[in-house]
């Protein structure tokens, strides 16, 4: 299960997110991720992604339903990883694109210092419109925070 | 042996210190990504990556030594996507002393100076490199790309 406070940094601050998969050959393979949503019993997460290497993705989900996702909030780094296993995906619907739009702005308001002169609308295509969602049960939760606990395992909780 | 060439259009990309996510695999099947300061320009068919923290992309390398590694060109509205092998790693030398020196200020502008520390400097092979343009609010997926592999 996810822990209420990082569904709460997942919903509300974090801002940008990458997806690994792998080939039937152990080939790893990366994916740029539009926004994401944390399931009611917090065991599930549905992903969206931009129209890019979809044909790749689902393949390799079908084949073995290893994912991996990152999500960070910039510039803060807090960073957390949550891996599991695909369950299905699906084309998009009512409420995904405000999903991805909620990512866009919290990322392009972060952005947006470093970037001073930057026009908005190239800052706004980082986070490009998502074209599919996959939901993948969450099994471990990891720090990825940069410091001495990043890597470490919040979910399970490390026996000691 | 597989190898390609980096295009020059990506050594300004690299070498402004943007951002990158990497995924590496275990040999036991099981996908890892972690953010990465800096992608390292070391000539036309290697890259550097900097392991500060991360044991467990170090010791996925050593087991299964693919990566990925997505370069983000935020300026440039796309990113870079490198498939790498893992070839050795450097604790010394001129490969490390340059990573360094970048970390330190990355670190510094970053807000993450005593936190950002370089401990080797990871060199991989390149196997394929393509440019993907983000399509944005107004080009298509596949506008544009570009890509070569050996």
Request: charged share 25%.
């Amino acid at each position: 299960m996810i822990p209420g406070k990082i569904v709460r940094f997942l919903e509300h601050h974090a801002n940008v997110a990458f997806a690994g998969i792998r080939d039937r050959d152990l080939v790893p393979f990366g994916h740029r991720v539009s926004g994401w949503r944390v399931g009611d019993d917090q065991r599930t997460m549905t992903v969206l992604f931009p129209g890019e290497f979809l044909d790749r993705l689902v393949e390799s989900l079908q084949q073995n339903g290893e994912l991996a996702v990152t999500v960070e909030e910039f510039p803060s780094h807090e960073t957390y990883q949550l891996k599991g296993l695909y369950r299905h995906h699906r084309g998009i619907r009512d409420g995904d694109a405000e999903m991805a739009e909620r990512t866009r702005r919290r990322f392009v308001k972060a952005l947006k210092p470093m970037y001073p002169g930057a026009p908005e609308d190239v800052l706004n295509a980082f986070v490009s419109p998502p074209s599919l969602a996959v939901e993948f049960e969450v099994f471990e939760v990891y720090l990825q925070t940069p410091g001495p606990g990043a890597g470490s395992r919040l979910v399970p909780p490390v026996e000691r | 042996m597989t190898m390609t060439r980096l295009p020059p259009e990506i050594r300004p990309v690299l070498d402004n210190g943007t951002p990158a996510a990497m995924v590496t695999c275990s040999a036991d099947g099981k996908p890892n990504t972690t953010v990465i300061s800096q992608v390292y320009y070391v000539d036309d068919s290697h890259t550097a990556l900097s392991f500060q923290f991360f044991s467990k992309t170090m010791r996925n390398v050593r087991e299964n030594p693919r990566a990925f590694v997505c370069v983000f060109d935020i300026a440039g509205q796309a990113h870079w996507a490198l498939d790498l092998a893992f070839e050795r790693s450097e604790t010394e030398g001129p490969i490390f002393d340059a990573m360094d020196m970048q970390i330190e200020a990355i670190a510094s502008m970053t807000g993450m100076s005593g936190i950002f520390k370089l401990r080797a400097a990871d060199i991989y092979r390149v196997l394929s490199v393509e440019r993907v343009p983000h399509p944005g609010l107004t080009a298509s997926p596949t506008e544009g790309r570009t890509s070569s592999s050996g």
